[in-house]
């Protein structure tokens, strides 16, 4: 069993910054790939970011890329999403998840197909105002 658990979100201006923070229960989290997928009201859940096990390789969704970075910390159990020059349409419920079952990163469904993940944190809401 995993536990992910989202902080950092809240209300910024419009070309505002925020840094989320996901810390993950366990003693394998480098063994996890790690993503981070958003919800806005009346919209689908969609992708924003994920990070290999070993930080190596990273993917974006094409609206945050130049904008946003995912990065993690195997040694506190973290990953992170720094999201600069936010713009009102990012704002959204924003979740992180987890890929604890081993396939590689090029393995398996693809990094930015919910599918792959097994795990969720409850969400943070982020809120930018135009």
């Known amino acids: 069993q995993v536990q992910l658990v989202e902080s950092g979100g809240g209300l910024v201006q419009a070309g505002g910054s925020l840094r989320l923070s996901c810390a993950a229960s366990?003693?394998?989290?480098?063994?996890?790939?790690m993503g981070w997928f958003r919800q806005a009201p009346g919209k689908e859940r969609e992708f924003v970011a994920a990070?290999?096990?070993?930080?190596?390789?990273?993917a974006y969704t094409d609206s945050v890329k130049g904008r946003f970075t995912v990065s993690r910390d195997n040694a506190k159990n973290t990953v992170y999403l720094q999201m600069n020059s936010l713009k009102p349409e990012d704002t959204a419920v924003y979740y992180c998840?987890?890929?604890?079952?081993?396939?590689?990163?090029?393995?398996?469904?693809?990094?930015?197909?919910?599918?792959?993940?097994?795990?969720w944190g409850q969400g943070t809401q982020v809120t930018v105002s135009s």
């Open positions: 990070i290999s096990r070993g930080g190596g390789n990273t």
């Open positions: 366990g003693r394998t989290f480098n063994n996890y790939i």
């Open positions: 998840a987890s890929d604890s079952s081993g396939i590689p990163w090029y393995g398996g469904r693809r990094a930015d197909d919910e599918g792959r993940y097994d795990y």
